[in-house]
């Protein structure tokens, strides 16, 4: 990928200006990886259309080529074909394997190398990376009879797994999340017996659907689809595959065509699944004027377009950690949006936001606090103080994506300009975000 230059990692944000328009955002990042990972593992031609051109899957396939996989090149627009291995077909890299700044590449890697016998694989990222938790994912493969062990106890990369013949086993997590989930799962395909992992709450679900449009052996039951039982001994079989727009990216223009006066948007094609629709949830408890159309089913995930118009006096909201799950990703700009409701928006039980590709509580709280916002940090969360100007300044992403994209969104509200740093992190997950925000702010 390419090293930004200085210059364009600062980057002035211009106050006001309403967004009119229609917008596709890019492919869902979490459909995107599990796409190129299924694909890798499976026999004969996986072809995917939509897949997200951004960083984040990038380096997915780039660790999958490093094992033998032929992807064809990521760009933008393009179909790309996987010409799976198979199950057993992963060659021992020559070299570590980098997963740049995308944990779930490394946390789902780490679930398919655990069981790849008789190879040994170095996986490590970028500093941030580097800095987060992956005991979470080592321990369950540990009780699969994983090898895995790295910094401080196995818990930091660089990691070292040594491919080894695994066990079924019934693995309760600890906290509702979709990686180390999925990882079980790529796990137990290898495994001897079958495998049951059991989520404290449903965590999104994307890896279930489509392994089993791969033809693996997978159930789901329990209360709210919590457990989910892989059976081994079927192979996985090649397919086609859409990949939907990424919810996680239409809701920076849902809150900003929400909170900017004037702004009316349609955003095209984004996948719906209910498992990620919590944003929509919350805007709706905000009274949003928000309205889905041409609701519809595609390869197996539903979609629809997002109509948003601007809505005066928006109400404030409570999130806890029922619904975090679904909303995991989308706190940062809805902590933007709290700014702008009359009253005091409440988010609590998100201290998984702690781990991210930064602490992202703290990093909100500092950035919004610099605007002059009054919010409280909380251990689990923090409380936003609606109805207050902000004021342009210097703003920093601290190199994570979806600061970057909700500061830019706050920017506009604010009554002076501002700039901001490391802007060129947009690009881990919606390379285009610049140029569209430019687009839609020309009156279309
Ligand atoms: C993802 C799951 C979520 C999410 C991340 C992508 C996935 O993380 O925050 O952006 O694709 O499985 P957790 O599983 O850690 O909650």
Redesign the pocket.
Known sequence: MKVPTKDQSLRNLQKGGELCGKVKVPGD??IS?RALLFGAIAEGKTIIEGLLPAEDPVSTAECLRSMGVKITPIKKGETIVVNGVGLNGLQEPQDILNCGNS??TMRLIMGLLAGQEGHHFILTGDKSLRNRPMKRVGQPLKMMGGKISGRSGGDLAPLSIIGSKLRGAVIGTPVA????K?AILLAALKAEGSTTVIEPAR??DHSERMLKAFGANLEVGGEMGRHITISPGRNLKGQSIIVPGDISSAAFWLVAASIIPGSELIIENVGLNPTRTGILDVLGTMEANINVTNKRDVAGEPVGDIEVYYKENLKPFSLNSEIMPRI??EVPILSVAACFCKGISHIKGAS?LRV?ETDRLAVMARQLKRMGAKVDEHQDGLTIYGGNNLKGCELDSEGDHRIAMSLAIASIMATSNSTLRHSEAAAISYPDFWSDLKRLQQKN
Request: proline share 0%; glycine share 6%.
């Open positions: 990042k979490s990886h944990g779930t999340s979709a990686q180390i999925s965590s999104r995991v990703d998984e991210k």
